[in-house]
C-alpha cells in the first residue's frame, strides 16, 4: 500500500478541555479527554520534526490563533475513517472516533436554535484545551462560531462520513453524529439556504447566491459528507439540503472544451474567471451526489471538469494555486504558481469518483496521471511524498529569482503540517482503492523532448510525457484544442505493446487499441484527449 499515517499518527494529540459554555462532545463525562491534531510541523536541521501551532506564542503554551484547529481536525477525522473502511485497521477506527469526538467539542451547541452560534463550529483551540473563538489575525466570521464558514463545511463532511461508518458499528456514536449533523444543517438552513434561488451578476453571467461562504469548493466537501449520510440514513430533510446545496454547485460549471474555464466547477461564488487549486473537490461532491439523488446536471458537471478541463489543467503544468482568464479565453494566466498537495489530491479524488460514478474507465488513468504530482510530475521534479513516513510536504515553491543550473523551476517547501499530509493520504487511500491509478502515478518523470512531435503538429494540440526511469513505463496525454479531430506522431520506445485510448471532452472512449511501440500515429478527437501508455518492461 502507498498509504502510511504515521506522520499524521504523530501529529495527533490526546488533550483534556476545560469545561467550557456551549460546548461539550460524545461520553465527555465518561471519556474527558479526546483527540485532536496538530496545525503544522515544521522542520528542524537535523531532518525531525516539530509539530507547532499557528501564528507566534503569545503567551506559556498559548499562540496567537491555536494550535489545533477544526478544518485539520475534521480532515484528518476522514483519513482515518477511510482507511478504517478500507482496511479494517482497529487503530484506525479508534483514531476516527476520538477525532470526532474532538471535533465534536468544536461545534457550539446552545439552548436556542435562534442563537446564531447554534450547529456552527469554532476553529481554533489551544494547547491546554481551551477555544480561542477571535484568532490574530481574525478571520471572517469572526467569532469564527458566527457565521457560516469553511470549518462548518468541513465538519459536515466528517460527520456525514462519520454517521455513515459508525451506523451499524457504534449505534449510539451514529446517533451522537446524526444529532450533531443535524444543528450543522439547521445552521446552513437558516445561514444559507435563505438565499435559495436568488442569483448574482458576477462577470457578467448569473451566478449562484446560496454557496457556503461564498464557495462552490466548500460547498463541495459538504456535498461529500451530506451524500454520504443521505446514502446510509435516508434522511429526506438532508436530502433536499443536498441538491439544493448541489445545484448551486453544479451552476458554477462554465465554460467549452475549447475556452476558458473549459468545462471547470469554478470553485469561489464571486469569480467567474478564477480557479485556484487548493480546495477543488466540488467535482467529487457532484459525482457522490449523482451516485445518491440521480441528478443528472450533477454528473455532467463532474464530467465536464474530470473530462475536459482537468486534461487541459495537466497538459499546462498542473494545479497551480491561481489561474485567471476571462471566460470565452483560449489561455489562462498563472498568477500564481505555487502547488499544494490539497490541488493535486482535488483532482484525483475528483477524477476517481466521477470515474465511479459514470463508468468512464479513461478518468482512472487521468486520476493516475493527476497523482503522479506526488512522486515527481510537478515543477519540482521530486517526490512530494514519501511512503516511507507518511509524510507530505507543504508545497512546490516558485522562486522569483532560481538558483543558477536549476533544471526545474519550483523547490519543495519541506515543512509537512496536517494540510499536507492530510490531503496526501486522501490521495494514497484513493490510489490503493485503484490499483490501475496507482501504477499510472509512479510514471512521473517528465520527458519534454518527447513532446516535440506533438509541438510540431500544430498550436492546436497540448502534451505531457511522462516515463519511469527504473521500470522503461511511459505515458503521453494529448489535449486537443482544436474543433475538429487532430493527428500527432507518439514516440514510445521499447519492446512492449503500447495502449491508445481516445476520448471525447465527455470522458467517452472512443477507441481503444494496442499497437506496437515506437513512432504511434495518433489521433484525437475535437476538444477531448488521447492516452498513449507503455507498461513497464521489467
Known amino acids: ?95 476516527a472516533r476520538q477525532l470526532l469526538r474532538g471535533l465534536c467539542f468544536l461545534q457550539t451547541v446552545t439552548d436556542s436554535l435562534d442563537d446564531a452560534r447554534t450547529g456552527n463550529v469554532v476553529l481554533w483551540q489551544q494547547p491546554d484545551g481551551t477555544l480561542n473563538p477571535s484568532a490574530d489575525p481574525p478571520e471572517p466570521p469572526d467569532p469564527s462560531d458566527s457565521a457560516e464558514s469553511a470549518w462548518l463545511a468541513r465538519t459536515i463532511w466528517a460527520l456525514g462520513e462519520g454517521y455513515a461508518a459508525f451506523r451499524d458499528d457504534t449505534p449510539d456514536l451514529a446517533r451522537f453524529l446524526q444529532t450533531r449533523l443535524r444543528l450543522a444543517i439547521a445552521a446552513l438552513r437558516r445561514q444559507v439556504l435563505p438565499r435559495y434561488g436568488q442569483w448574482r451578476v458576477v462577470d457578467e453571467h448569473a451566478t449562484p447566491a446560496w454557496l457556503i461562504a461564498d464557495g462552490a469548493d466548500l460547498t463541495g466537501e459538504a456535498l461529500l459528507g451530506l451524500s454520504a449520510y443521505v446514502r446510509a440514513s435516508q434522511d429526506d430533510d438532508a436530502r433536499k439540503i443536498l441538491e439544493q446545496l448541489a445545484e448551486g454547485v453544479t451552476a458554477m460549471r462554465t465554460g467549452t472544451p475549447w475556452t476558458w474555464p473549459f468545462g471547470a466547477v469554478l470553485p469561489y461564488g464571486l469569480s467567474r474567471t478564477a480557479w485556484h487549486g487548493w480546495a477543488g473537490l466540488a467535482p467529487a461532491g457532484l459525482a457522490r451526489v449523482y451516485e445518491v439523488a440521480g441528478d443528472l446536471a450533477a454528473r455532467d458537471a463532474a464530467l465536464a471538469d474530470a473530462a475536459s478541463f482537468t486534461p487541459h489543467l495537466l497538459v499546462a503544468g498542473g494545479p497551480d494555486n491561481l489561474r485567471i482568464a476571462p471566460p470565452g479565453a483560449t489561455e489562462s ?106 501504477a499510472i502515478a509512479r510514471i512521473a518523470t517528465g520527458e519534454p523532448e518527447a513532446c516535440r512531435e506533438t509541438a510540431a503538429a500544430g498550436g492546436d494540440l497540448r502534451c505531457l510525457a511522462l516515463a519511469d526511469p527504473l521500470t522503461g513505463a511511459r505515458l503521453t496525454l494529448l489535449r486537443s484544442m482544436a474543433t475538429s479531430t487532430r493527428a500527432s506522431d507518439v514516440l514510445m520506445p521499447g519492446d512492449v505493446p503500447a495502449t491508445v485510448s481516445v476520448n471525447d471532452p465527455s470522458g467517452e472512449e472512443l477507441e481503444h487499441y494496442t499497437t506496437t511501440a515506437g513512432r504511434i500515429r495518433a489521433l484525437v478527437p475535437a476538444g477531448g484527449y488521447t492516452i498513449v501508455h507503455t507498461a513497464p518492461q521489467i
Open 1 to 95: 500500500m502507498l498509504t502510511n499515517l504515521a506522520h499524521l499518527d504523530a501529529m495527533r494529540v490526546r488533550l483534556t478541555p476545560p469545561p467550557q459554555p456551549g460546548h461539550t462532545t460524545f461520553r465527555l463525562a465518561e471519556e474527558p479527554s479526546v483527540e485532536v491534531v496538530w496545525t503544522y510541523a515544521e522542520r528542524l536541521p537535523d531532518g525531525a520534526y516539530l509539530p507547532c501551532g499557528g501564528g507566534p506564542l503569545v503567551g506559556p503554551d498559548r499562540y496567537a490563533q491555536g494550535a489545533f484547529n477544526a478544518d485539520d481536525i475534521a480532515r484528518a477525522a476522514v483519513v482515518y475513517l477511510r482507511h478504517w473502511q478500507a482496511t479494517g485497521a482497529g487503530t484506525s477506527r479508534s483514531a
Open 333 to 438: 494566466l498563472t498568477i500564481d504558481g505555487v502547488q499544494l498537495a490539497y490541488g493535486a489530491q482535488s483532482r484525483v479524488e475528483c477524477l476517481l469518483a466521477t470515474a465511479r460514478a459514470t463508468g468512464r474507465s479513461s478518468l482512472s488513468t487521468l486520476a493516475g496521471i493527476a497523482g503522479s504530482w506526488f512522486f515527481g510530475n510537478n515543477p519540482a521534479g521530486a517526490p512530494m511524498y514519501d511512503p516511507a513516513t507518511g509524510r507530505t510536504y507543504d508545497g512546490v515553491d516558485i522562486p522569483d529569482d532560481p538558483p543558477p543550473g536549476a533544471l526545474h523551476r519550483g523547490v519543495i517547501h519541506r515543512d509537512a503540517g496536517a494540510e499536507s499530509t492530510i490531503h496526501g493520504l486522501l490521495a494514497m487511500l484513493a490510489l490503493d482503492g485503484d490499483p490501475h491509478a496507482a
